[in-house]
């Protein structure tokens, strides 16, 4: 069962900055997009940034300018960089992988068990 592992969450003050990790158990024969979403409570889950096969990146509105996705290729790993952070990114953060396994036979979406990042003063 690939799980993807997601690091780097906690609790950071406004206008601070934190950098989310994500790496999967397993190897990738192709990835078609990764991204990170988020939850907060009592919203639905919503795309934060996410990055494509061919390099193309999309990023929310209200992360624009402040957030940056990036992916490590030879690791099958995905990171955000977020700064100038507000309260209002309080959520359950969660990596998503689109793509094939080596041992799989058919492209799914993976989810990570989700990291908390708390702004708070």
């Known amino acids: 069962q690939v799980q993807l592992v997601e690091s780097g969450g906690g609790l950071v003050q406004p206008g601070g900055s934190l950098r989310l990790s994500c790496a999967a158990s397993e190897s990738f024969a192709s990835i078609y997009a990764m991204g990170w979403y988020r939850q907060a409570p009592g919203k639905q889950r919503e795309l934060v940034a996410s990055i494509v096969s061919g390099g193309n990146i999309n990023y929310a509105d209200s992360v624009k300018g402040r957030f940056t996705i990036s992916r490590d290729n030879a690791n099958n790993g995905v990171y955000l960089q977020m700064n100038s952070l507000k309260s209002e990114d309080t959520a359950v953060y969660y990596c998503?992988?689109?793509?094939?396994?080596?041992?799989?036979?058919?492209?799914?979406?993976?989810w990570g068990q989700g990291t908390q990042v708390t702004v708070s003063p």
């Open positions: 998503m992988f689109d793509g094939r396994t080596t041992i799989a036979t058919m492209r799914r979406l993976y």
